[in-house]
């Protein structure tokens, strides 16, 4: 059989994280069920990018890719659609594709008057951003449309099932490269043992840098009375995150798998575009904190952690609201109503 093929664009650094490639990751996996071939066109930090789509299985074409070198690549006659993740880099590509090809784009943010067959956005806010797509043929909006890799997928959905016991087991992830420095200052903040003893399972991903930081910082947490287990690029996050009893996040895509497994979150917007996404989770009681990265003080957050850690029935409540708005299905319904 002659499959029709799928260009998928995105890029990933330390300074971008990996979500935007994560996300793509679960299109390209759901691309095999329905007979369409994918060809994943990647940029970034070649060196964490190649790292990370190694572990995934996927055969990516990593470079510093062009809009013409995309345009070209659209060329070929089985070329269905080009699917891009995110305006800035959509901007020039999608002027140059051939007419017959379908523009994608996966957004967070809204904004975006490009003409273009699709726009995805499964950020829990996009249903209200609809008339900031003016051109979109068709959108795609909500955690309807939620973007699961098949590690997290493979887990049944309200898998994780927290305990309230002396000890929590605490993941602790911002992100595939943590670019503000989060991880540390969270460790170095957590409230002593004293107060509720923890047992911190720390993320670093492929595109983390402060090493030498991030154990002296374990230090400082041991000291006050927990445990720190570091797990540099995981090959199964999923596993972790369904044995935790809490997770404390950045508010990016990670919030939506912690949801569809059933773990509550205290998240916080590292970035620009989760401001909105997770001060609405918060209004919705689906995650706690909400607060941007950037403008919270050393005492809140100290005042933040107590307040999550020590509340159980909040967590146990705030899990229930998430895991009904999450499943497993928003890749496989993006293919059939965008590309198949």
Request: hydrophobic share 45%; with cysteine; proline share 6%.
């Amino acid at each position: 059989m002659i499959k029709p093929r799928i260009l998928f664009r995105a890029d990933a650094s330390h300074e971008l994280g990996f979500g935007h490639v994560a996300r793509i990751a679960a299109l390209i996996e759901e691309c095999e069920a329905h007979h369409l071939e994918p060809v994943p066109l990647f940029g970034g930090d070649a060196v964490a990018v190649k790292a990370w789509t190694r572990d995934h299985d996927i055969a990516a074409d990593i470079r510093d890719w062009s809009a013409t070198a995309v345009a070209q690549a659209a060329e070929h006659p089985r070329v269905r659609a080009v699917v891009v993740d995110g305006p800035a880099i959509a901007l020039p590509i999608m002027a140059k594709l051939p007419e017959r090809v379908r523009p994608v784009l996966v957004d967070d943010a809204g904004r975006c008057s490009l003409s273009l067959a699709s726009v995805i956005n499964h950020n829990i806010h996009a249903p209200s951003l609809a008339a900031s797509y003016p051109a979109a043929k068709q959108r795609l909006l909500g955690r309807r449309y939620l973007m699961l890799r098949k590690d997290i997928r493979r887990h049944t959905r309200g898998s994780c099932r927290p305990t309230t016991g002396a000890r929590l087991r605490v993941v602790v992830t911002f992100g595939g490269s943590d670019p503000v420095g989060a991880t540390v200052r969270m460790l170095q903040l957590v409230p002593p043992a004293s107060e509720r003893a923890l047992e911190l399972v720390v993320i670093a991903g492929p595109g983390f840098r402060d090493h030498d930081a991030l154990r002296a910082a374990a230090a400082v947490a041991t000291d006050a009375g927990h445990t720190v287990d570091i797990r540099r690029t995981p090959d199964d996050p999923g596993a972790l995150f369904v044995s935790a009893d809490a997770a404390i996040a950045s508010a990016g895509g990670t919030l939506g798998e912690l949801a569809y497994l059933g773990c509550p979150a205290l998240a916080y917007a590292i970035a620009k575009d989760q401001v909105l996404p997770v001060r609405q989770q918060v209004r919705e009681g689906l995650v706690a904190g909400g607060r941007n990265w950037e403008e919270l003080d050393d005492n809140t957050l100290r005042s933040d952690l107590l307040a999550f850690l020590l509340d159980d029935a909040g967590r146990t409540a705030q899990r229930q609201r998430a895991l009904g708005t999450a499943d497993s299905d928003g890749a496989r319904r993006i293919i059939e109503e965008a590309l198949a």
